[in-house]
């Protein structure tokens, strides 16, 4: 069966500290596909990356960056020079095709 | 505008008295798909639509329904709502006809309140 846990709850910073919000996954499939959303207090799901079970290359895009590695089951999502407005609540999500299944997701909250 | 529309947008109701939440996009989407989410569950899949006339269930469909006639529209499908259904409900679709071959685009979300 597959599974995601986020097991950080909610995580506090004030603005300018670096942040990892961790994920991992459990999966029998050889081919999967793994996600990150953001859901920031308007409520909306924002798309931020997707990643296939091929691809461990760890990407960034501005400060935010992200770590794939299959022999740990993680993909650790991580925010540099936090700011205020990445007050959000953060999903990793993963699917083996048809199917998704998030994780409970993580609570980051920024203080100025 | 491309955009995922539900609605309603809010819904406070009675236990068992069936109600629709209806779901529809317009950027020609094969895959549609619904879930809801509560607090300290994150969010899980209802049901799911890969093409018209074919849905799956998702992993929390008990008491849910949905059809699929036609590609832009995905209703779900309350018979008897019961309390345990109170939740916010949030539609989403997809390009391509796999849930992880692309990203999913959401809904603005429902919350559907059941007394």
Known sequence: AQKVTQAQTEISVVEKEDVTLDCVYETRDTTYYLFWYKQPPSGELVFLIRRNSFDEQNEISGRYSWNFQKSTSSFNFTITASQVVDSAVYFCALSGGNDMRFGAGTRLTVKP | ?115
Not at chain 2, 35 to 43: C, E, I, N, S, T
Not at chain 2, 49 to 63: A, F, H, L, W
Not at chain 2, 96 to 103: K, M, N, P, Q, T
């Open chain 2, 1 to 115: 505008e491309a955009q995922v529309t539900q609605n309603p947008r809010y819904l406070i109701t009675v236990t068992g008295k069936k109600l629709t939440v209806t779901c529809s996009q317009n950027m020609n989407h094969e895959y549609m798909s619904w879930y809801r989410q509560d607090p300290g569950l994150g969010l899980r899949q209802i049901y799911y639509s890969m093409n018209v006339e074919v849905t799956d269930k998702g992993d929390v469909p008990e008491g849910y329904k949905v059809s699929r006639k036609e590609k832009r529209n995905f209703p779900l499908i309350l018979e008897s709502p019961s309390p345990n259904q109170t939740s916010l409900y949030f539609c989403a679709s997809s390009p391509v006809r796999l849930a992880g071959y692309d990203e999913q685009y959401f809904g603005p979300g429902t919350r559907l309140t059941v007394t």
